[in-house]
């Protein structure tokens, strides 16, 4: 029964494949793994140079934005010195204690013209601005704090990415396919 | 080579392309357009107080009135899922004339399929207009102007601004802002 499984899938003729190589072929499989592994890093690498921020693409994470942005979206960030923060633009910021960074509105700012800029932010859904979010103490963000400003919007995806960070059975089963996909994978 | 996976593999391969190259022709065609149109802010009255406020200490706080008229109907295209509307009162703090400062004094959600008209006779701020120090009395030129972040289906997040704005001076003296009323904190 299993067998018959295996073969409708194609999973016997896939060990075959594996099992008839030699210990070069191994090792290039090996290797090209690892290259695959190695090109999303460099092109995550590459957008954090093109864009200046240190997370080019997040995830929003909750609902303090809707009806704009839901969670599970994806938003691509800048964070250029030439362009400066202006209220209105949607930041991410990080707040000292915290570890996941927010996405929410700038709400007033002041800048002294002498390099001291400080700003409030708020989120759409919200009530009230985020001071209360912010350090104990702390009244205003400095450009300091912020990641990135979101400039781009694609719908949905990130949510692959939360179902995998709140079941993290279903991330190792999909890292485990994939590399076994790969692995015993030969391009004909 | 024509198992259930394969098999499975190509028409999700398959529809995945086709769901991301639709998304990048539905950005590409909005990515260069204008969404600006024209607004009229008009009879703008103000007011100053000292306020205060914990953790600022003692500053200026103003309210700002007038009438607000624009029609944002023509920003929705295909790829215009919401657009995020306020109102921003901008000031230079008098004395440091590099210095810029910006407060969001009122916003509206405008979610497609809903109307785009505002039409605002005596406009109530949503937020307190407080500078973080004493810039607003005697300040002469305070400037409103309505600006939008248009929110696509997918795509690049525009800010536009409206064309037409409107200053106004604010007096040189304080007078109450909520009179018979307890001010809260900030």
Redesign the interface.
């Known amino acids: 029964m299993a067998s018959m499984v295996l073969k409708l899938l194609g999973m016997d003729s896939m060990l075959d494949d594996f099992k008839r190589m030699n210990k070069r072929q191994v090792y290039y499989q090996v290797l090209n793994f690892g290259m695959i592994i190695s090109t999303a890093l460099m092109i995550w690498k590459g957008l954090m140079v093109v864009t200046n921020s240190e997370s080019p693409i997040v995830v929003v994470l909750s609902g303090s934005m809707e009806p704009a942005f839901f969670r599970g979206d994806l938003l691509f960030l800048t964070n250029h010195e030439a362009e400066p923060i202006k209220v209105g633009d949607i930041v991410v910021f990080k707040i000292e204690g915290r570890d996941i960074p927010i996405v929410h509105r700038v709400l007033q700012l002041h800048d002294d013209g002498d390099g001291n800029v400080k700003f409030l932010t708020k989120g759409d859904n919200n009530w009230i601005d985020d001071r209360g979010l912010y350090a104990p103490g702390q009244m205003w963000l400095q450009p300091k704090d912020v990641v990135g400003r979101a400039k781009g919007y694609v719908p949905y995806i990130g949510m692959v990415t939360i179902i995998m960070n709140d079941y993290p059975k279903v991330k190792y089963a999909v890292l485990v396919a994939l590399a076994g996909f790969v692995l015993l994978h030969r391009e004909s | 080579?024509h198992?259930?996976?394969?098999r499975l593999n190509a028409i999700l391969a398959f529809s995945f392309t086709v769901l991301a190259g639709l998304?990048f022709l539905c950005?590409l065609t909005t990515v260069a357009k204008d969404y600006s149109v024209d607004v009229r802010v008009r009879d703008l009255t103000g007011r100053v107080n000292v306020a205060y406020v914990n953790?600022?200490g003692e500053v200026e706080e103003s309210i700002i009135t007038g009438d607000l008229e624009v029609d944002l109907t023509p920003l929705f295209d295909w790829n215009a899922?919401?657009l995020?509307v306020?109102l921003?009162a901008e000031y230079v703090?008098p004395n440091?004339?590099?210095?810029?400062?910006?407060?969001?004094l009122w916003?509206r959600?405008i979610?497609r399929g809903e109307s785009a008209k505002i039409n605002q006779k005596k406009f109530a701020q949503e937020?307190r207009l407080?500078?973080?120090r004493k810039a607003l009395k005697t300040n002469p030129n305070v400037t409103l102007f309505l600006?939008w972040?248009v929110?696509?289906?997918?795509?690049?997040?525009t800010?536009a601004r409206g064309r037409g704005s409107q200053s106004i001076a604010m007096p040189d003296t304080y007078s109450p802002l909520r009179p018979n009323k307890q001010r809260g904190a900030?």
């Open positions: 080579m198992n259930i996976l394969a998304t950005f953790g600022l899922k919401e995020f306020y921003i703090t440091s004339p590099n210095s810029h400062n910006q407060i969001v916003d959600i979610k937020y407080l500078d973080d600006q972040n929110i696509p289906n997918a795509g690049a997040l800010t900030g």
